[in-house]
């Protein structure tokens, strides 16, 4: 299957920080990044979309002024969590798609712990 | 919003045991897809689904996409300690062209007892 690569694994930040995390395919070109965000013994929770070269799509309740994404080519998305605070703190997975495929593809995700 | 329920939440089962699970969902979906997540790591997908009651098996995985496209089943056979995790089904739901969002189940913890 296709790679997605996704860094850092975790981080650790004090409060009021910027915490940027990033995600790559590595095989193949996403044409659609997507950004999910899981609490521990919950399911992924769908915060945005992004289509390279053009804005973001954020769901419902999440502020696109504190999760900031940028997708500036075919083969990398990035997701900043702005003055981030301890709430923020979560586990933080991209996914791509390549253009006509249904099938998503996870990278490892990154656990943010914010103190 | 949509909502994908998986039964059952959790399962602890002995080692060799056959497994079963399924996802259902109120509204109609085209595509299922399956997918496990371990500890620490996202998913990775296991199987896919396309057309309403199609069969599809990938080792000691099958899954099966229901006739009412409601509804979808994976079983694993044989259960062996590294079938630990969280699985979770997924159907994606197309906004506009070229436009999809994939939404998750709930889904099944499965562990495994020696």
């Known amino acids: 299957g296709a790679v997605v690569s996704q860094h850092p694994s975790w981080v650790i930040c004090k409060s009021g920080t910027s915490v940027k995390i990033e995600c790559r395919s590595l095989?193949?070109?996403?044409?659609?990044m997507f950004w999910y965000r899981q609490f521990p013994k919950q399911s992924l929770m769908l915060m945005a979309t992004?289509?390279?070269?053009?804005?973001?799509?954020?769901e419902q309740g999440v502020e696109k002024d504190k999760f900031l994404i940028n997708h500036a080519s075919l083969t990398l998305s990035t997701l900043t969590v702005t003055s981030a605070h301890p709430e923020d703190s979560s586990f933080y997975i991209c996914?791509?798609?390549?253009?006509?495929?249904?099938?998503?593809?996870f990278g490892s995700g990154t656990q943010l712990s914010v103190l | 919003g949509q909502q994908l329920n998986q039964s059952p939440q959790s399962m602890f089962i002995q080692e060799g045991e056959d497994v079963s699970m399924n996802c259902t969902s109120s509204?109609?979906?085209?595509?299922w897809l399956w997918y496990k997540q371990e500890p620490g790591e996202g998913p990775v997908l296991l199987i896919a689904?396309?057309?309403?009651?199609e069969l599809t098996s990938n080792g000691r995985l099958t899954a099966q996409f229901g006739i009412t496209r409601k509804d979808s089943f994976l079983n694993i056979s044989a259960s062996i300690p590294s079938d630990v995790g969280i699985y979770f089904c997924?159907?994606?739901?197309?906004?506009?062209?070229?436009?999809?969002?994939?939404?998750f189940g709930t889904g099944t913890r499965l562990t495994i007892i020696p």
């Open positions: 996914s791509a798609r390549g253009l006509g495929d249904e099938k998503l593809f």
């Open positions: 095989d193949f070109q996403a044409t659609t």
């Open positions: 992004s289509n390279e070269g053009s804005k973001a799509t954020y």
């Open positions: 997924a159907g994606p739901k197309t906004l506009n062209f070229g436009n999809e969002k994939l939404t």
């Open positions: 509204s109609i979906f085209n595509t």
């Open positions: 689904l396309y057309k309403a009651g």
